[in-house]
């Protein structure tokens, strides 16, 4: 069962622990932006190692760039993204 309050936090954690970021976990909001002006200030390469770190941990597959955008905005677009991939799988 999807339980979006863990899961948020699980991915404060996962980004946490793979980019170098300053703000601690609660200083993350779920909606702040992860790139771009008044966001966490993360690059192309956070990007990219978050794109392996979601594959890792969760087995998000984010195939190119345009998805990249769509899913990386923010906590809450990453969680939606692993809700929507778990539906397809279990309706598979």
């Known amino acids: 069962m999807h339980n979006p309050a863990t899961i948020k ?9 793979n980019l170098m970021l300053q703000s601690g976990l609660e200083e993350i909001g779920d909606d702040q932006p992860l790139f771009g002006p008044g966001s966490l ?3 192309s ?10 594959d890792k941990n969760y087995g998000l597959k ?4 345009e ?5 990386l905005q923010s906590v809450n677009t990453i969680d939606a ?3 929507a991939d778990a539906q397809i799988v ?3």
């Not at 984010?62 to 760039?65: H, Q, R, S, V």
């Open 9 to 17: 936090q699980d991915i404060k954690r996962m980004m946490m622990e």
């Open 41 to 43: 200030g993360l690059d």
């Open 45 to 54: 390469v956070d990007a990219l190692q978050l794109v392996v770190a979601l």
């Open 62 to 65: 984010i195939p190119d760039p």
């Open 67 to 71: 998805t990249a955008r769509k899913t």
């Open 81 to 83: 993204a692993l809700e």
């Open 90 to 92: 279990l309706n598979k």
